[in-house]
C-alpha cells in the first residue's frame, strides 16, 4: 500500500521527536525533524535540562524502541549501558521496607541520557527520507483553524515556512503549539492540572554495579517522607544518584549534604554508593506543574496536527516514566498512521491521549497523598485504594505481588491486574 502522508514536520528533538520520527519514517515518503537547539556533542544543551538528571527507560520503551531502531538496544549495551531486570536487580522502597525481589523475566537499561540521545540521534542522520534540521527553531503554525499545513522557522537565511501534511509536535512541556493553533483560531483543549513542586539534586560516584546483581535502588516518596532517590549504574563505571523533594524541599547539591539527604532516606546500598568517589560538583533542576492536554475532547482539533510526549502530557518526572510515555504515544500514533482511512487526526488524538491518560491517572492517584503536592485529586475508588496500599505491604514478602506492582508501574499492566485471583489471593490471604 502506497503511504498515505507525503511529508510529517516532527517538532523537538528529544526523546519523543526522535522516537516519533523513526517510527514514522516507515509509513510516510519524508520526515523531518526540527529542533531549536543544535544537536552535536554529549554536552548539555538549553532545551534539555533534565539530561544531567536520572532519566529512566522500563522494558516497554526498549522493545518499542528497539522495534523502530533494530539493534540499538545491543550497540547501547556496547557503549556501556547497563542491562538489567528491573525486577530482580533492582531495590524498589516503595514504603518502609524494599519490596521483595521478583524477576519480571524482561529487561532495560541504564544509561546516561547524553548517550541514550546520542544513539538515536546517529540512527535518525542515517535513514533515507529523514532529514535532521537542528539549530532552527520553530516560530509558529501554517494554515488555518481547521487545517495546520506546516510551520515556520526562523532558518540561517531568515523565516521560513516548511510544508507538511501532518506536523507532530514533541516540543515539549514549554510547548507553544497549542497556542499557535489557537491563534489561528481554533479552540483550546481542556487541560488537566496539579502542583507538584519538586527539586532534584544530582551527583555523580565512582562505580559499578553491585556484586549481588544490583543496578538500580529506588527509593520512591511516601506521605510520611516526600523526598526520595533513584540510582542508575550507567556507563563508564559510575553511577548516577538523583535525589528530589516534594512541596518547595530542595535536596542539597554540596557533597556532605547530599551525603546527608541520601542517609536519611536509611537505605544502605544507597549510603555505599555515596559513599565513593564523587565525579563532578552536582546539579539541581525543579518542575513546578504536572498537566495533560484533553486532546481526545479536542472537539475541533485542527487536521494536519498531533500532540505528543511532554507537549500533551507532562508527568511528574519523580516516577520515570517520560520517555515511556513518550514512546507508548508514538507507537499509538504509528498504529494509526498505518491503518490509514479517514479521520486520521481526530482517531490519532484520541489513541494518542488513550496511551498517555492511564500514567498520568495512576501517578495523580500516588501524588495525592503527598503533602506539598495540591491540586491533585485521586479518583480511585476506596476499596482499590485500600487493597493498592495492602498489595505494597505484601509485596515486602511475596515476589508474584512485587512482579504485578512492578508491571503496574512499569506501563506493562493495568492497576486491574492487582483483581486477578491469583494475585487478589495473594494479597488478601498474607497476615498483617
Ligand atoms: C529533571 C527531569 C527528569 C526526568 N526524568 C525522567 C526519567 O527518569 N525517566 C523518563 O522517562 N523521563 C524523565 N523525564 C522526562 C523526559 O525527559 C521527557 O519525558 C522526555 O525527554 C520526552 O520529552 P519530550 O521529548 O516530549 O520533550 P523534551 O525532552 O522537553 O524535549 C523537547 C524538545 O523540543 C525542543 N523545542 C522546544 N521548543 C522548540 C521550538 N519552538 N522549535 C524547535 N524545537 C523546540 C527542545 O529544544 C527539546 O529538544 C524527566 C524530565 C525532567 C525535566
Known sequence: ?????????????????????????????????????????????????????????????????????PGIIDALVAAGATSLDPGGDAIWVLGDRPLARASLGRRTLLASRALLD??????????????????????????????????????????????????????????????????????????????????????????????????????????????????????????????????????????ADFRRFVAELQVPALDAIAAAEPLDDGAVIGFGDTARVGLERWRDAPDGLVVL????????????????????????????????????????HRAVAAAAAPVFELQQSIDAAIPGVTGAVDATPPPIRWLVRRARRVGERDPVVARTILQIGGCEAPRSRLLRPDVLWRVLRAAG
Open 118 to 255: 546520542g544513539a538515536l540521534r546517529d540512527r535518525l542522520r542515517s535513514r533515507p527520507g529523514l532529514v535532521v534540521r537542528d539549530g532552527v527553531p520553530a516560530t509558529g503554525l501554517a494554515g488555518t483553524a481547521r487545517a495546520i499545513t506546516g510551520v515556520t522557522v526562523r532558518g540561517a537565511d531568515g523565516d521560513e515556512t516548511i510544508a507538511a501534511d501532518l506536523v507532530v509536535d514533541a516540543s515539549g512541556r514549554g510547548s507553544r503549539v497549542v497556542a499557535w493553533a489557537a491563534g489561528l483560531g481554533a479552540s483550546r483543549p481542556p487541560e488537566q492540572r496539579y502542583r507538584v513542586g519538586v527539586r532534584y539534586a544530582t551527583r555523580i560516584f565512582r562505580g559499578r554495579r553491585a556484586p549481588d546483581g544490583v543496578a538500580m535502588i529506588v527509593v520512591a516518596a511516601t506521605a510520611a517522607r516526600p523526598r526520595g532517590a533513584v540510582a542508575f549504574a550507567i556507563e563508564d563505571a559510575r553511577w548516577l544518584v538523583t535525589t528530589f523533594g516534594y512541596g518547595g524541599e530542595a535536596p542539597p547539591p554540596a557533597l
Open 309 to 348: 510526549g511532554d507537549a500533551a502530557c507532562a508527568l511528574n518526572p519523580c516516577y520515570g516514566r517520560g520517555i515511556t510515555a513518550a514512546a507508548l504515544q508514538v507507537d499509538a500514533l504509528v498504529r494509526e498512521l498505518a491503518r490509514g482511512g479517514p479521520g486520521l487526526p481526530g482517531r490519532s
Open 1 to 69: 500500500m502506497p503511504p498515505i502522508l507525503d511529508h510529517v514536520l516532527v517538532l523537538g528533538g528529544s526523546a519523543a521527536g526522535m522516537l516519533a520520527a523513526g517510527a514514522i519514517a516507515p509509513h510516510v515518503r519524508r520526515v523531518t525533524l526540527v529542533e531549536r537547539d543544535v544537536l552535536a556533542g554529549s554536552g548539555p544543551r538549553k532545551g534539555l535540562p533534565q539530561a544531567r538528571h536520572a532519566n529512566n527507560l522500563t522494558p516497554v520503551a526498549c522493545t518499542l524502541m528497539e522495534g523502530w531502531f
